[in-house]
C-alpha cells in the first residue's frame, strides 16, 4: 500500500514552510525511491558572477548561504587571489580561520539543535539555540555582523581584533565547551535518541566513495577527508587538530562527527589567538585588475568540500565562476541512504545530512506508490509516522 | 471579507506567523528562527508559529522571490483566512537586492502578494524583527 | 605523486600546489573515471564538474574535478562541440556524477548519454526548458 506523502523541510526548523525537500516513493513504511524536486532556490548565481565584476562577486558568492557564508567568501576570495598572484599576510590568514571555525561552530550547533527538534526534544533544541546564541554575538565582535559577515577583502580581512576581543573568544568558548561536551553525553546516552538515529540511514564507506559524499557525511562513513588537513589553506597548515571519523555510516554517526568537531574548532581557536601573527591585517587596497588565468580553490566549509573553480580572461567580470557547495553532492547522492528505510526515519536521515537548501537548492518529495494519495506533513509528523 | 473587530483583536494578542522561505540564503531565516527562541521570548507577545496556512494571521516572508517559488507564495497566501498580513524580512524580500537581476528571480514579495511590512537588513537581527512585527499589529 | 601518475597513465601537467591538469578525448571519459576510482592511495571521488563555453573555439569545455584522496586534485579536461554537446555519463562507475551531471545539462546544455536520471528544468525556472543560461550566446 502506497501513498503520495509531500515532505516539507526546513533548512532549520521543521515547523517552517520552506521548499519541499524530498519525495519519496513508498510502499507501506518502506522507502523505495526518493526523487528529488528542485529549484525554488536558485537564483543563477554562477550567471550573476559572470555579469558582476569580480569585486561585487565577493558580495554575491558571500551571499549563496548564510549558515556558511564566511567560508563562500573565504574560497571566492582564494580563488581570486590565486589568480592575481596576491599573498596574504599571516596576521590575515590566521584570523580568516578564527572566523571559519566560528562559522562552523555556529552550524554545527544548529543542526544539532534542529536534529533534537526533529527527534521531539524541543527543550533540548531550544538549550542548545541559547548557547549558540553566544557564538552569533561572537560573530558580531569580530566582523560587525551575526551572520553576514563580508568580513574577508582580497589581500587580507576588514577588521582586526585586539586582545579585549581575543580575551572574550577565548572565556566564551571555555563556556561553550562545557556546554557541547554535556550535548555530547546526551547524544551518546540518551535511550530515545540512539534509538532513533543509530544503524540508520547506513552508508558504506564504498558508496560514501561513490556517491562522492563530502564533509561529514562522508567521515561519518570513515573517510578519512578534510580539507584542512589534505589541502591546507589560509593558516591550517601550520595548526594542529584531527580529522574526526566515525565507522558505522549511520545518522547517529554524522551527527557525533559533527559534536566531536565542535570541540576540534575550539581547539583550533584557542590556538589561532594563541599564535596570532603580528603585522597588518587589513589591506589598505587591492588589486583592481584580474589578469588572465584560473584557479580551483577548495574550503571545508561546516558542511564539507566546497569548491570555487574560476576563470578569468582578462576582463574584471570573470569569465567563468562555477560553485560546486558540499550539499549539492551530498543530498542529491544521499539518497542511497533511503533505500529501504521506513519512513519514520526519513527525517533524521535527512538532518544528518544537514542539508543546506540556498547551497544546494534542492527539494524532494515522497510519493507513495500503491495509493496514489498525497498528505502533506511535517517532519515531527512524519518522524512519528505509522502508516 | 471584512476585517472584522474581534479577529483583529485576537490578532494583535496572539499573532500566528507562518514563514516561507522563496529562495533566500538562510541567513533571514535563521534570524527569524533565532527571534523565536527564549533569548528574545517572543511568547511574551503570543507570538508563534502557525501549524498550517489556515491557521495563520501573518505570512512572514524571506528570499528574492524565485520564479518557481513565487507560485507557491501566491498559493499559501491565498489559503490564509482574512484578516491576513505579510512582513517581507530583508533585502532579498523587499527588492531581491543582489539577485534581482538574475534569469530565475522576480525579485522582491510585493510583486507577488501584497505586502503590510518592509522589516530591512541583511540579515535583520532577531530583534529588529520581532520590532516589525510588533508595529504591525500596533496598526490594526 | 610519480605512483599516482603510473597509475593513471595520464599526461598530468602541474599548474599549482596539489594542482594537476589531464587532457583527454571525450571518449575516453568513462575509462579515466574508472582510472581514478581505483587509483594508487585509495581512490578519488569526483568534486564536480565545471563547464565553461568557449564560443569563439566553438566547444564547451568539461573539467571533471577528481580529488584523489590523501592530496591531489586532477582535473580531467574533455572538449564536446557546441553544437553536439554530448558525452557518455561517468555514473555506471561514479553514482554520484548525477547531482553534477544533472546541473551541467541543466544550465549547459550537453547531454550525458547513458544517465536515465536525469530531467529538465531542474534547477532553472520551468519556462526555461531548452535554455541554458550558463551558454555565452
Redesign the interface.
Same mark, same amino acid.
Given at each position: 500500500m502506497s501513498h503520495v506523502v509531500e515532505i516539507p523541510v526546513?533548512?532549520?526548523?521543521p515547523?517552517?514552510?520552506?521548499?519541499i525537500l524530498f519525495r519519496l516513493l513508498v510502499e507501506g513504511e518502506r522507502i523505495v525511491r526518493v526523487v528529488p524536486s528542485?529549484?525554488?532556490?536558485?537564483?543563477?548565481?554562477?550567471? &550573476?558572477a559572470e555579469?558582476n565584476t569580480f569585486v561585487?562577486g565577493l558580495?554575491?558568492c558571500g *551571499? +549563496?548561504?548564510?549558515?556558511c557564508?564566511i567560508v563562500h567568501a573565504t574560497t571566492y576570495t582564494m580563488a581570486i587571489e590565486?589568480i592575481q598572484g596576491v599573498e596574504v599576510p599571516p596576521r590575515a590568514r590566521y584570523l580568516r580561520v578564527l572566523v571559519n571555525e566560528l562559522e562552523r561552530i555556529h552550524s554545527h550547533m &544548529?543542526i544539532v539543535a534542529v536534529m533534537a527538534e526533529v527527534l521531539g526534544f524541543e527543550s533540548l533544541f531550544?538549550l542548545i539555540?541559547?548557547d549558540r546564541?553566544a557564538v552569533?554575538q561572537l560573530k558580531e565582535l569580530v566582523t560587525g555582523n *551575526?551572520?553576514?559577515g563580508d568580513y574577508l577583502i582580497f589581500g587580507g580581512v576588514r577588521r582586526d581584533i585586539d586582545d579585549a576581543v581575543a580575551h572574550r573568544i577565548l572565556r566564551t568558548l571555555d563556556h561553550i565547551e562545557e556546554r557541547v561536551r554535556y550535548y555530547r553525553r546526551v547524544f551518546e546516552e540518551d535511550v530515545t535518541i540512539n534509538k532513533r538515529l543509530r544503524g540508520v540511514g547506513p552508508i558504506s564507506r564504498a558508496e560514501a566513495? *561513490?556517491?562522492? &559524499?563530502?564533509g561529514p557525511t562522508a567521515r561519518g562513513s570513515g573517510?578519512?577527508?578534510d580539507v584542512r588537513a589534505?589541502?591546507p589553506y589560509e593558516a591550517y597548515g601550520e595548526l594542529e587538530f584531527n580529522v574526526v571519523t566515525y565507522p558505522d555510516g549511520d545518522s547517529w554517526s554524522r551527527m557525533m562527527v559533527r559534536i566531536d568537531e565542535i570541540l576540534e574548532s575550539i581547539e583550533i581557536i584557542r590556538q589561532v589567538l594563541k599564535r596570532l601573527p603580528q603585522g597588518q591585517a587589513v589591506p589598505k587596497t587591492f588589486k583592481r585588475a584580474l589578469p588572465k588565468g584560473?584557479?580551483?580553490a577548495?574550503a571545508e566549509a561546516p558542511r564539507g568540500?566546497l +569548491?570555487y573553480?574560476v576563470?578569468s580572461d582578462g576582463k574584471p567580470t570573470p569569465? *567563468?565562476v562555477?560553485i560546486?557547495t558540499p550539499s549539492?553532492?551530498n543530498v542529491?547522492?544521499g539518497i542511497?541512504a533511503f533505500k529501504d528505510a521506513y519512513i519514520a526515519d526519513a527525517p533524521a536521515i535527512i538532518a544528518s545530512f544537514d542539508p543546506?537548501?540556498?547551497c544546494m537548492?534542492r527539494v524532494v518529495e515522497v510519493v507513495d506508490l500503491d495509493k496514489r494519495k498525497s498528505t502533506?506533513v511535517?517532519l515531527r509528523e512524519l518522524a512519528g509516522w505509522r502508516g | 471579507m471584512s476585517r472584522s473587530r474581534v479577529a483583529l483583536k485576537a490578532i494583535k494578542r496572539s499573532p500566528w506567523l507562518l514563514h516561507f522561505n522563496t529562495g533566500a540564503c538562510n541567513g533571514c531565516d535563521i534570524e527569524v528562527l533565532a527571534a523565536l527562541t527564549p533569548l528574545y521570548d517572543p511568547e511574551r507577545f503570543g507570538v508563534r508559529l502557525a501549524p498550517n496556512p489556515r491557521h495563520a494571521d501573518i505570512l512572514v516572508v524571506t528570499g528574492a522571490v524565485t520564479k518557481k517559488a513565487a507560485k507557491r507564495l501566491r498559493r499559501l497566501y491565498e489559503q490564509m483566512p482574512e484578516p491576513k498580513f505579510v512582513i517581507a524580512v530583508g533585502a532579498c524580500a523587499i527588492s531581491g537586492h543582489a539577485f534581482r537581476h538574475s534569469y530565475s528571480v522576480v525579485g522582491g514579495a510585493d510583486k507577488v502578494v501584497p505586502v503590510d511590512m518592509y522589516i530591512p537588513g541583511c540579515p535583520p537581527r532577531p530583534e529588529v524583527i520581532l520590532e516589525g512585527i510588533l508595529r504591525l499589529l500596533e496598526r490594526l | 605523486m610519480s605512483e599516482l601518475r603510473e597509475s593513471l597513465g595520464l599526461e598530468l601537467e602541474e599548474v599549482g600546489p596539489r594542482r594537476y591538469v589531464a587532457r583527454v578525448d571525450a571518449g575516453r571519459v568513462v575509462e579515466v573515471a574508472r582510472k581514478m576510482l581505483e587509483a594508487t592511495g585509495g581512490g578519488a571521488y569526483l568534486a564536480n564538474i565545471t563547464a565553461v563555453d568557449w564560443p569563439d573555439r566553438g566547444v564547451i569545455e568539461l573539467a571533471y574535478n577528481f580529488w584523489v584522496y590523501g592530496g591531489y586534485l586532477v582535473s580531467v579536461r574533455v572538449e564536446v562541440p557546441r553544437d553536439a554537446a554530448e558525452v557518455d555519463s561517468i555514473t555506471p562507475v561514479y553514482p554520484g556524477a548525477l547531482a553534477h551531471e544533472l546541473e551541467v545539462h541543466d544550465l549547459m546544455g550537453v547531454r550525458f548519454r547513458g544517465n536515465e536520471m536525469i530531467w529538465e528544468p531542474a534547477f532553472k525556472p520551468e519556462d526555461m526548458k531548452g535554455v541554458y543560461p550558463l551558454r555565452k550566446r
Open positions: 526546513g533548512p532549520q526548523h515547523a517552517l514552510h520552506e521548499p528542485i529549484g525554488y532556490n536558485h537564483r543563477g548565481i554562477e550567471k &550573476l555579469t561585487k558580495y554575491i *551571499r +549563496v548561504c548564510g549558515i557564508n590565486r &544548529l531550544m539555540m541559547r546564541e552569533m *551575526r551572520v553576514l566513495v *561513490r556517491y562522492c &559524499l563530502v573517510v578519512e577527508t589534505e589541502d584560473e584557479a580551483i577548495r568540500e +569548491v573553480h576563470i569569465y *567563468r562555477k560546486r549539492m553532492a542529491i547522492n542511497v543546506c537548501i540556498s537548492e502533506v511535517s | - | -
